[in-house]
């Protein structure tokens, strides 16, 4: 079967004729890595230019035109083990990249004008304690007042667009008093210069500028990192679609390139890329990524199919339609909405503080002024005081306060695995009293496995795992784990719809069906549970391997340590009930519920919310997506579908639960840091508003007082990284969830019929 | 004083050298990728093999 890769919807091409194509890649654990894939590409002729991208594991391909098939380097990449998926920069991510580009430029603005005004106004203090003359002095204002206008001018702007927004809107933020702040003090320090004074504030005007911009490009640096950790998965995640074309011959392109009205092809082992409708082929299908429900169903031409769902016996043809449609899709997109536009009500520690902040520094600024009016002061002091007031207020420790907890909070949970969506998810999580756990694909593996493999020996079971990696069967694939590092038997075959069989050190070993592997008969055990049975034989030995959806391996604990952390934990599955029952039973969980539509989901976590909990939803399915956005806070699996991520407010990734308790445990500590940071920044301008009051700040008090409440702030923030030992490692963990197969190109592309 | 003529010219003019560099090395690309920065400065693939 001739097979077309075509990816030329990700080249993009330049004026003067040079193409370039970015991949994500998998499998780049080392810095050696580095090296070998951009020698080994640039070998290729034609290649003009390989760069990889050590940081967020991508890779950026450039050639000149024509004279080059990117789909050449793919394959390139995949004999060398790694994986690489063509890629599209999201826009949200291209617009990331280049806000953190502006701020850092603003940044690096602002601290050149801080040093070089700080090296004025030193001179300038040193000389008012001893001999400087008036005219130097003057000469060092302007000089101040020169870089410090027009820098703060530029680097200033990511604030006073920020402030001119949120008036506009009628609203005040932080950064109106910020930017208030600034233009007061730049105006003062003019007319003051003017006057030839003896004090300027072009100085903290600038440093104020520096350290919150500071503050900002970190943030934004973070969410940069995990915005391209999330983009590696999802392409990594997205496999290519096999399209028939009209005159028959086959197509792979990405999912995405897939038009309403296509035909795609779906192998055995493969997960239907598209919502549609079956035109030929029978087969059963593993929906619980849509459904929850772990049984198999029983498909023919005709029958609806979701993206994600698991093709088992045999090859389909499926006509794609356009997103959306479909009665099933219709109820949780209807259920979604209503449950995401309660939730954007959500109001973050920080606004509170800045709402109340905000008017309450404007009203001090403005007493003090008619004060020191009224008890006799000239109007210049007065004012002169007044803006002194809302300069050493500072929202410098405030406004870093709640942030700089979420930078090292957002590092510290991207490390042991969860990658965060929305910006308030830690407070939310910190608030958590209720854990409802979806079943399928959350507190179980997304992929079967094999439940008996401690019934045989080592060597019996690497045998028949080695064997079976040569098979995309999904039930090949669950034996295959079971020895991950396995390489496949040279010269194994793969009979279509039965097994595979190879010479093993002189002896046949067969694996697959019971008929295949001459096993018709073989007892099989208890079929109570639903499981899958797959066969093997090795001269006289044999074995029966039964698989099925298993729990996650550190499942119990986990739950056992939440429930020792005073949450209530439910179970809420679409699945059966007596499925469900069991692995309740299993983890001791005793509110359970099986059978639940999406409705039911939203029905209960609305409960949980009426009754004054605030539940947190894990779960991965399309029906649980409306559950997600309709949960105080959620997580999902990596794994999950792509519409349940999106409503999730974090991603955890890997096989563990562990990610779950140690998101929880983060959150209540950065939640207490937060406060922390709030009180810090209270006391402080508890003790500074009096003296700025009654006329004793200096500038070099102010610039003191600024860096000093900053310095503490964030150094209270970085005990959020503390205790971060567990660092499960974002790469690895990214990794596991290639798409499955990657190890096992060579394999054959159709399955065996095991019995189930 | 006439020693500030100078000297002040030259703090500035040193700063904007860092400064103007830092804005090149950042539209040069050079903080794109910070970890790979980190180990290509030991790759030899730069070196020519010496012979033997």
């Known amino acids: 079967m001739l097979m077309d890769v075509d990816l030329?919807?990700?080249?993009r091409e330049s004026e003067d004729g040079a193409r370039r194509i970015d991949f994500a890649v998998d499998g780049m654990t080392c810095a050696a890595c580095i090296v070998e894939i951009e020698q080994a590409l640039k070998k290729i002729p034609g290649v003009a230019q390989a760069r990889v991208n050590y940081s967020n594991s991508r890779l950026a391909l450039g050639w000149k035109a024509d004279d080059l098939d990117p789909a050449a380097a793919v394959e390139q990449l995949r004999q060398m083990g790694y994986v690489a998926h063509p890629f599209e920069l999201a826009e949200a991510e291209t617009r990331d990249a280049e806000h953190a580009r502006y701020l850092l430029r603003c940044l690096a603005v602002a601290g050149f004008a801080a040093m070089n005004v700080m090296l004025l106004s030193v001179s300038v203090w040193a000389g008012n304690m001893s001999d400087i003359t008036p005219e130097t002095r003057d000469m060092f204002h302007w000089l101040s007042a020169l870089i410090a206008l027009p820098a703060a001018a530029f680097a200033g702007r990511p604030f006073f667009a920020s402030a001119l927004g949120a008036l506009r809107r009628g609203a005040l933020n932080m950064d109106v008093p910020i930017s208030l702040g600034i233009i007061l003090a730049l105006g003062m320090s003019v007319v003051e210069t003017a006057g030839h004074a003896r004090n300027a504030y072009f100085d903290s005007a600038l440093m104020l500028i520096f350290f919150l911009l500071c503050?900002?490009?970190?943030?934004?640096?973070?969410?940069?990192?995990?915005?391209?950790?999330?983009?590696?998965?999802?392409?990594?995640?997205?496999?290519?679609?096999?399209?028939?074309?009209?005159d028959g011959s086959i197509t792979q392109m990405p999912t995405?390139?897939?038009?309403?009205?296509?035909?795609?092809?779906?192998?055995?082992?493969?997960?239907?890329?598209?919502?549609?409708?079956?035109?030929?082929?029978?087969?059963?299908?593993?929906?619980?990524?849509?459904?929850?429900?772990?049984?198999?169903?029983?498909?023919?031409?005709?029958?609806?199919?979701?993206?994600?769902?698991?093709?088992?016996a045999g090859a389909l043809r499926v006509r794609a339609r356009s997103v959306g449609s479909g009665s099933f899709l219709d109820e949780i997109e209807r259920l979604l909405e209503g449950a995401a536009s309660a939730r954007s009500r959500y109001v973050g520690l920080a606004e509170r503080a800045s709402r109340i902040y905000a008017p309450v520094v404007h009203l001090t600024a403005l007493m003090t002024?008619?004060?020191?009016?009224?008890?006799?002061?000239?109007?210049?002091?007065?004012?002169?005081?007044?803006?002194?007031?809302?300069i050493v207020t500072c929202p410098c420790a405030l406004a870093l306060a709640v942030p700089a907890v979420h930078v090292v909070t957002s590092g510290t949970l991207f490390r042991s695995g969860v990658l965060l969506n929305g910006p308030h998810s830690v407070e939310r999580l910190a608030e958590v009293d209720t854990i409802v756990f979806d079943k399928t694909?959350?507190?179980?593996?997304?992929?079967?496995?094999?439940?008996?493999?401690?019934?045989?020996?080592?060597?019996?079971?690497?045998?028949?795992?080695?064997?079976?990696?040569?098979?995309?069967h999904p039930l090949a694939r669950a034996l295959a784990h079971e020895s991950p590092a396995g390489a496949p038997f040279d010269g194994a075959r793969e009979e279509v719809g039965a097994g595979v069989v190879a010479l093993v050190d002189g002896v046949e070993a067969r694996v697959g069906s019971a008929r295949f592997c001459g096993l018709d008969g073989a007892p099989v055990g208890d079929r109570a549970d639903d499981a899958s049975t797959i066969f093997f034989?090795?001269?006289?030995?044999?074995?029966?391997?039964?698989?099925?959806?298993?729990?996650?391996?550190?499942?119990?604990?986990?739950?056992?340590?939440?429930?020792?952390?005073?949450y209530a934990i439910e179970i809420i599955s679409g699945d059966s009930g007596r499925a469900t029952a069991a692995a309740?039973?299993?983890?001791?969980?005793?509110?359970?519920?099986?059978?639940?539509?999406?409705?039911?989901?939203?029905?209960?976590?609305?409960?949980i919310k009426a009754a004054g909990g605030k539940p947190l939803m894990v779960g991965d399915g399309f029906n649980d997506a409306p559950a997600l956005a309709a949960a105080h806070v959620s997580l999902s699996p990596v794994s999950a579908a792509d519409i349940a991520q999106a409503a999730a407010d974090a991603v955890f990734l890997g096989e563990r639960l562990a990610p779950v308790a140690r998101a929880l445990a983060v959150s209540r500590l950065a939640r207490r840091l937060m406060r922390q940071n709030l009180t810090i920044a209270v006391v402080y301008n508890a003790i500074a508003v009096p003296l700025a009051i009654s006329g004793l700040v200096t500038p070099l008090i102010a610039a003191l007082a600024m860096s000093g409440s900053s310095l503490i702030v964030t150094l209270n923030a970085l005990r959020a990284g503390g205790g971060a030992s567990e660092r499960s490692g974002s790469q690895a963990a990214a990794s596991q969830n290639a798409p499955e197969g990657s190890r096992s190109s060579a394999a054959g592309r159709t399955g065996f019929g095991a019995a189930a | 004083m006439t020693i500030l003529l100078f000297l002040v010219p030259i703090?500035?003019?040193?700063?904007?050298?860092?400064?103007?560099?830092?804005?090149?090395?950042?539209?040069?690309?050079?903080?794109?990728?910070?970890?790979?920065?980190?180990?290509?400065?030991?790759?030899?693939?730069?070196?020519?093999?010496?012979?033997?």
Do not use: C
Not at chain 1, 8 to 11: A, E, I, K, T
Not at chain 1, 224 to 242: C, E, F, Y
Not at chain 1, 369 to 390: C, E, K, N, P, R
């Open chain 1, 8 to 11: 030329s919807g990700f080249v």
């Open chain 2, 11 to 52: 703090a500035l003019l040193l700063g904007l050298t860092g400064l103007v560099a830092f804005v090149w090395s950042l539209r040069a690309g050079q903080y794109d990728d910070l970890d790979g920065a980190a180990t290509r400065v030991l790759f030899d693939d730069d070196v020519a093999a010496p012979p033997k």
């Open chain 1, 537 to 566: 034989r090795r001269g006289a030995e044999s074995a029966v391997f039964r698989v099925r959806q298993t729990l996650r391996a550190d499942a119990a604990t986990v739950v056992a340590e939440l429930r020792a952390h005073g």
């Open chain 1, 369 to 390: 002024a008619i004060g020191w009016f009224v008890f006799g002061a000239t109007l210049h002091d007065s004012i002169v005081i007044a803006i002194a007031v809302l």
């Open chain 1, 256 to 312: 995405a390139r897939i038009a309403a009205g296509d035909v795609v092809l779906v192998r055995p082992g493969e997960r239907i890329p598209v919502d549609g409708a079956v035109i030929a082929g029978q087969s059963e299908i593993d929906e619980s990524i849509v459904t929850g429900e772990t049984a198999r169903r029983a498909i023919g031409p005709g029958a609806d199919v979701y993206a994600g769902t698991m093709n088992f």
């Open chain 1, 215 to 246: 503050g900002r490009y970190l943030e934004q640096a973070m969410r940069q990192r995990t915005r391209a950790v999330a983009g590696n998965i999802a392409a990594l995640r997205s496999p290519l679609a096999a399209r028939i074309n009209h």
């Open chain 1, 584 to 607: 309740a039973a299993a983890l001791g969980i005793e509110a359970w519920r099986g059978a639940a539509t999406p409705a039911d989901k939203v029905a209960r976590l609305e409960a």
């Open chain 1, 441 to 472: 694909g959350t507190l179980t593996l997304p992929e079967p496995r094999v439940a008996n493999a401690a019934e045989y020996s080592s060597d019996l079971i690497e045998t028949a795992a080695r064997l079976a990696r040569s098979s995309r």
